[in-house]
């Protein structure tokens, strides 16, 4: 890996300047909402689409609500061990960061000393948009795209290399995808059995099934009442 960073021949090293090569002809501003939105911004979307998917699922309610909340706690432990992960690699591999072994880079965030492959930023965005995907399709998407804007902003930033890109987007695919089946199965009875008590069920069903349930089971109550004394009066 280090060996393909130190020549400027192949297509990685190209294509880092090609797109690092937009920061250095756009309006200062534009790089500096860049730098948030690449080191800060996107990983926040990310755990806002966890929480919006969530809130569109405790609304809807209903007997699969446990699976899909469990779903989407999967999402952030994904990530979580994708990074875990990502420490031996980095550790093994040893690969520079580009501005290292290359000069000429509009780098935007400064003080970067740790190891290059793979990208942190990448690996966490693309295991929970996978995670996500697997909860819910239309918020996975989403998700998905946030990760591959953020893979487009860390080599726009000058802080990693394409393939530092790629192998993230690898990893957090890998790890949310081959992972999943053993989460959900330790998972989703975790989730029942919060569901069963009074503030669980508000996180996983919200307020509104619980009412409508509520009502329900009073109007057949009421109707059971009715039947014993109409027996009553025959």
């Not at 995907?133 to 998905?144: C, E, K, Q, S």
Request: charge should be negative.
């Amino acid at each position: 890996m280090a060996g393909l960073a130190e020549s400027g021949s192949n297509p990685d090293v190209d294509l880092l300047y090609d797109i690092n090569g937009l920061a250095k002809d756009a309006p200062h501003w534009f790089d500096r909402a860049v730098e948030y939105v690449g080191e800060y911004g996107l990983l926040l979307a990310s755990v806002l689409l966890v929480v919006w998917c969530w809130w569109s699922v405790r609304r809807r309610g209903g007997e699969s609500a446990a699976g899909s909340v469990a779903a989407l706690v999967w999402a952030p432990l994904a990530a979580g061990i994708a990074v875990l992960v990502n420490v031996p690699i980095r550790g093994f591999v040893e690969r520079p960061r580009p501005f290292r072994d290359h000069q000429g880079l509009d780098v935007l965030v400064a003080g970067k000393t740790d190891f290059s492959f793979v990208s942190d930023h990448a690996t966490i965005t693309m295991a929970m948009g996978v995670a996500l995907f697997v909860a819910n399709r239309r918020f996975g998407l989403a998700g998905i795209a946030v990760a591959l804007l953020e893979g487009f902003c860390r080599v726009y930033m000058g802080v990693h290399y394409p393939t530092d890109v790629v192998g993230g987007f690898a990893l957090g695919t890998a790890v949310a995808l081959l992972l999943s089946p053993m989460a959900m199965a330790l998972l989703t009875p975790v989730v029942k059995a919060v569901e069963g008590t009074a503030w669980g069920a508000w996180l996983v069903r919200g307020r509104g099934q619980r009412g409508a349930e509520a009502v329900v089971a009073e109007a057949r109550g009421e109707e059971r009442a009715s039947v014993e004394e109409r027996d009553l009066a025959a």
